[in-house]
């Protein structure tokens, strides 16, 4: 029996997005515990860039179809797969597998989409929003009326942040490089921008926060700017690292730490959902799609583009041009 095609974004070797080519491979089948997703959208992350690059924690054997965030529907379950059914509305996210018409998940990595969200809107939403929410409940035990800074507040996760960091009423100031970058995250609720990449940010930053210093930094960026933001905490302040955007992994001086009484916090998503504690990651999201269908969240991504312009799409998330959620339809 011939084994059915599909398109896909293929990493044949680890190499930077420009060289994925898109090519006709077998449509994967799904194994025990395992359940196959018709793609409607996935969502472009900069973890996806780094794994199909080779410069991630986590190698994937190859060949694979890059990309961890997808929007689709269930057309087939594997043996032994219960709670779901063909046709049914789902997100997923795991490592590999979303840059393509099809693909196979762990019935363990998915949740079920409410009626009325387009794929468009929740391909990016679990991780982007779940990270969001992980970070400043779960590991920075955010308090309404706390002051937030977010670094790299423009990006997926960090607009994720600014919305999630006012629906639990925090008083958000948003870091981010360009005007545009900076009104975009105004427009999603910050109370006031900061423009990081000038070399004394730090005093606009003070001049916003005030003599208390921030109670919380959502750090998306590592590099240059992290440090000065961990400076600028308050007592008991607590700095979550997400991510390094910048590519620089920072080193922190250890007596700032001890200086403040405050904590430095990693907020790994990808662990906690899907090996360490996958029910709260489900609890987690209900709250957010309830919050979104109460509008105290916009799921709306900033662009969306079909497969066929994916050089387009990676280059905008690859040189940090994105504004929001850069999205591939794939149907």
Request: glycine share 12%; with cysteine.
């Amino acid at each position: 029996m011939t084994q059915a095609i599909m398109r896909a974004l293929w990493c044949r070797d680890f190499a930077p997005p420009a060289s994925w080519p898109l090519a006709d491979v077998p449509r994967p089948v799904p194994g025990p515990g395992e359940v196959l997703l018709r793609h409607h959208a996935a969502a472009i992350g900069f973890v996806d860039l780094l794994i199909g690059s080779g410069r991630y924690q986590v190698r994937p054997p190859l060949p694979f179809a890059p990309g961890s965030e997808r929007a689709g529907e269930i057309t087939a379950l594997g043996e032994g797969v219960t709670g779901w059914h063909v046709g049914q509305r789902v997100i997923g996210w795991h490592f590999t597998g979303a840059f393509a018409e099809y693909g196979v998940l762990p019935a363990g990595a998915l949740t079920a989409l409410p009626d009325g969200i387009a794929y468009e809107d929740a391909a990016g939403f679990h991780v982007n929003f779940g990270t969001a929410y992980h970070g400043l409940v779960d590991r920075g035990r955010a308090r309404a009326g706390e002051t937030l800074l977010v670094l790299g507040a423009a990006g997926a996760v960090g607009a994720a942040a600014v919305q999630v960091g006012k629906a639990l009423g925090l008083r958000v100031i948003a870091a981010a490089s360009t005007e545009a970058k900076r009104a975009h995250a105004l427009a999603l609720g910050a109370d006031a921008t900061v423009d990081h990449t000038q070399a004394q940010w730090r005093d606009a930053l003070k001049a916003a926060v005030g003599p208390a210093g921030l109670d919380l930094v959502f750090d998306t960026v590592g590099g240059d700017p992290a440090e000065p933001a961990f400076r600028s905490l308050g007592w008991g302040g607590r700095h979550l690292v997400v991510g390094f955007a910048a590519g620089r992994i920072p080193a922190l001086p250890f007596n700032l730490a001890l200086l403040k009484g405050a904590d430095l916090v990693g907020v790994d998503f990808a662990r906690f959902s899907l090996h360490h504690q996958p029910e709260k990651a489900r609890a987690n999201a209900e709250v957010l799609f309830e919050w979104l269908a109460a509008g105290r969240l916009s799921a709306a991504p900033g662009r969306v583009l079909p497969l066929a312009d994916h050089a387009e799409a990676l280059a905008l998330v690859a040189e940090r041009r994105a504004v929001g959620r850069i999205v591939l339809r794939l149907t």
